[in-house]
Structures are given as C-alpha cells and as structure tokens.
C-alpha cells in the first residue's frame, strides 16, 4: 500500500490567483494522477503524471490552467491557475502500485 | 470515453441487514473493475476489486459480482455496520491505468 499526504488540506482563495496542491508519497512510484472532485459530485480525472514525461491532460483540462510538476517520484504538485468559483472543488491525487490505484486525503478548495 | 454508472444515488438499511449497490458500465472492453468508499473528508479508499475473467470475488464482508452480458456490477455487503456509512464507487480502468468513477451511491446505516 501506500500513504499519501496532500498540502493543504483545505484553503480559501480569492479569483484570480493560484494555489499549489502538494501530494507526497511514502514509497516511490512511477504513476500518480490528479482528480477532481465537485461538491457532492463523483471524481473526474484531471491529468496522468508519470514521472520523466510531460503531464498527458485529459479532455476538458488544459496545462496553462492546471500545470503538474512530477520532479521525482514521491512528490507532485498540481497548481489551480487564475481560480474561479467554479474551481471551487476537492482536488485529490492518487498514485498506481501494482493494480491498485491509493488516494491522498484531498485538498478542499474554495473560491470566493 | 468510458461510462460508469450507479442505478441509485441512495441507499438506506437497517444494521445487520445485507446491502447491495448496483453499478452499469458502457464499454464491454473493460477488463478491470473496482469498488471504493469515501467517508466524509476522506479520499476514496480501495475496497476490492475484479477483473472480467471472474463472475464473482469475495472478501471480508464484502463480495463483487460482474455480469459481462448486461455490463452490471454489484457491491454486497453482508451484516451492515454504521462504520459502513459512506458513498460507494465503483470504477473503471482505463487503457493509461487511470479510473473512471462512476456517480457514487450514498449508503446510510440505521442504527
């Protein structure tokens, strides 16, 4: 298994500016992913961030708004660029170890 | 892309009654299917897990059945606990080991 941590837990931002999402990882792994998950909603995946590669988005998501850092293999950061309400959600990432896939706690973000 | 879906956003049982949350998925290809439940400021947590060369896979308490032929799969969960309390998600993997989650059904145990 392995334990995930997520800084900051939660954080209120005001429109227009940037936080960074910290996931670190007990063990070293080669994937991790960042989801996003919408109040009362289920989880969508934001982007893949396999370290040594760039970040592969997933449909709806672009780098310029969510850039990923993957610089080593226990640690990633996702950052929220130029917030908005609607950015308003539970950022989590989770990392691949054989077949299963773990989860950090989550960041509850909230934009004012 | 994939879909995964839940019949009912709700499910409320007794304690020590059984409980059974359905999910359907779209894309017959899916090899690979797995059940999470997520307590309140929690991140999913793995519960199990099936491949589709298996019909059923049991674990503690716990059991997944898969029906290739309606793409339907089931989450039961024997002698509820209020520590049961939770939504419950099953999910897809996809071809980049990434998951596609399905709605979530929200299981409420009555004390």
């Known amino acids: 298994s392995a334990v995930i941590s997520q800084k900051p837990s939660r954080d209120i931002c005001q429109r227009g500016t940037s936080l960074t999402i910290q996931c670190q990882v007990d063990?070293?792994?080669?994937?991790m992913f960042w989801y996003r998950q919408q109040p009362g909603q289920s989880l969508t995946l934001i982007a893949t961030?396999?370290?040594?590669?760039?970040?592969?988005?997933e449909s709806g998501f672009v780098i310029d708004k969510f850039p990923i850092s993957r610089p080593n293999l226990t640690f990633s950061t996702l950052t929220v660029s130029n917030m908005s309400p609607e950015d308003s959600s539970i950022y989590l990432c989770?990392?691949?170890?054989?077949?299963?896939?773990?989860f950090g706690p989550g960041t509850r973000l909230t934009v004012t | 892309g994939e879909s995964v879906g839940l019949h009912l956003p709700t499910l409320s049982v007794q304690e020590g009654d059984n409980s059974i949350i359905n999910c359907a998925y779209s894309?017959?290809?899916?090899?690979?299917f797995i059940w999470y439940k997520q307590e309140s400021g929690k991140g999913p947590q793995f519960i199990i897990d099936?491949?589709?060369?298996?019909d059923k896979r049991q674990g503690q308490r716990v059991t997944v059945l898969l029906n290739k032929t309606v793409k339907h799969l089931s989450l039961q969960i024997a002698a509820t606990q209020p520590g049961d309390s939770a939504v419950y998600f099953c999910?897809?993997?996809?071809?980049?080991?990434?998951?596609?989650f399905g709605t979530g059904t929200r299981l409420t145990v009555i004390p």
């Open positions: 989770s990392v691949g170890l054989a077949a299963e896939q773990y």
């Open positions: 961030a396999n370290q040594g590669s760039e970040a592969t988005y």
């Open positions: 999910a897809e993997k996809g071809g980049a080991n990434n998951l596609f």
């Open positions: 099936i491949r589709s060369n298996m």
């Open positions: 894309n017959s290809a899916s090899d690979y």
């Open positions: 063990s070293q792994v080669t994937m």
